[in-house]
């Protein structure tokens, strides 16, 4: 996974392996199939997010506009008319790109280039290649 920061969209800046992809809602049935994630790891992960982020309002974000303010009005913070962010990631190995690099310089898994980047969120698939390996590893 690479990724850019707030500060800068248009660089990524870190890279990491994923080594968990979760659906961090509550546990249900979708279309007769099970999602989300058990009460009682997202209790633990909250624990977790109080004691190791004590500034990011001692929980997961659960709305894309999520308001600190208001973060206790409603159920995990969710705002009516503001989607659910669903994706959960798992991280290791997060680590500081050596010489940052521009998004238009990697490709979707279609072959299109990636255009500037205006606003946070989302994610998109791109090809892991020769060339997207030498970015990651070259020094300044």
């Known amino acids: 996974m690479v990724f850019s920061t707030m500060k800068d ?8 392996e994923v080594v968990r992809w979760e659906d961090k809602r509550h546990e ?3 279309n007769g199939k099970r999602v989300g994630m058990p009460d009682k790891r997202r209790d633990r992960l909250n624990q977790l997010i109080r004691i190791l982020q004590p500034n990011n309002c001692g929980r ?15 159920a995990d913070g969710y705002e009516k008319g503001h989607p659910y962010c669903k994706n959960l990631l798992s991280l290791r190995n997060v680590r500081r790109v050596d010489v940052p690099f521009g998004i238009d310089k990697m490709f979707n ?15 998109v698939y791109v090809k892991d290649d ?3 390996r030498t970015l990651l590893n070259t020094k300044p």
Not at 9 to 16: D, G, I, K, N, R
Not at 110 to 123: E, H, P
């Open 28 to 30: 249900g049935e979708e």
């Open 109 to 123: 898994i279609s072959g299109s280039k990636l255009g500037q980047r205006t606003s946070v969120g989302g994610f």
């Open 60 to 74: 997961i974000y659960m709305t894309r506009h999520w308001n600190p303010d208001n973060h206790l009005k409603e």
């Open 130 to 132: 020769a060339d997207l």
């Open 9 to 16: 969209l248009t660089q990524v800046s870190y890279c990491a």
